[in-house]
């Protein structure tokens, strides 16, 4: 059972928009930053949203994140086949004092 | 080019012990916080441990609290995961990724197996 609650799978066609939600508590996500990954099987997983909201170098504009209160959410638009992964959130916790992720989403590009 | 390369994984068997190697290159690892994350087979990702950029603080999920340690060796720009006690629930993918939770985990490793089996 995950700190961070994420819904196991979403779905939708090749460019339409998907958003990933990502439900903590006041300990970790109603304090802290969020930040949003991106795993395809068998490759290191590769880091797209941090300090919320702010895309890395080389992210596309089509990923864009968002936290409101205790919650965070990780959007894609314009979907393409090689959006296809699993997408976890993450922060650090501070009454457990540990990082934590969110259970994972399953994107399937339709 | 920026690269952490991990090393050191197998099979072992339960009660055994491991040491994973993280390899840096194209950076300077004691500039940075490190991290170990894994991945037990068709599970997420699961946040084990971190260390601080001098070495002197570090934490541990509670389930690795006591048995696994992490390090570091400036001199040789390694990271280490000191692996003790093994269980088979140990049994994971472990990356090691550099960076906080606010800046984001932003380099990670292509991941070493450890497997924990009689």
């Known amino acids: 059972q995950s700190v961070l609650t994420q819904p196991p799978s979403v779905s939708a066609a090749p460019g339409q928009k998907v958003s990933i939600s990502c439900s903590g508590s006041s300990s970790n996500i109603g304090k802290y930053y969020v930040s949003w990954y991106q795993h395809l099987p068998g490759t290191a997983p590769k880091l797209l949203i941090y300090e919320s909201y702010k895309r890395p170098s080389g992210i596309p504009d089509r990923f864009s994140g968002s936290k409101s209160g205790t919650s965070a959410t990780l959007g894609i638009t314009g979907l393409q086949a090689g959006d296809e992964a699993d997408y976890y959130c993450g922060t650090w916790d501070f009454s457990l004092s540990v990082g934590v992720f969110g259970g994972g989403t399953k994107l399937t590009v339709l | 080019e920026v690269q952490l390369v991990e090393s050191g994984g197998g099979l072992v068997q339960p009660g055994g012990s491991l040491r994973l190697s993280c390899a840096a290159s194209?950076?300077?690892?004691?500039?940075?916080?490190m991290n170990w994350v894994r991945q037990a087979p068709e599970k997420g990702l699961v946040w084990v441990s971190r260390i601080s950029t001098d070495g002197t603080d570090t934490d541990y999920a509670d389930s690795v609290k006591g048995r696994l340690t992490i390090s570091r060796d400036s001199a040789k720009n390694t990271l280490y995961l000191q692996m003790n006690g093994l269980r088979a629930e140990d049994t994971a993918v472990y990356y090691c990724a550099r960076g906080t939770w606010q800046n984001g985990l932003d380099v990670w490793g292509q991941g070493t197996t450890v497997t924990v089996s009689s």
């Open positions: 194209g950076f300077t690892l004691s500039s940075y916080w």
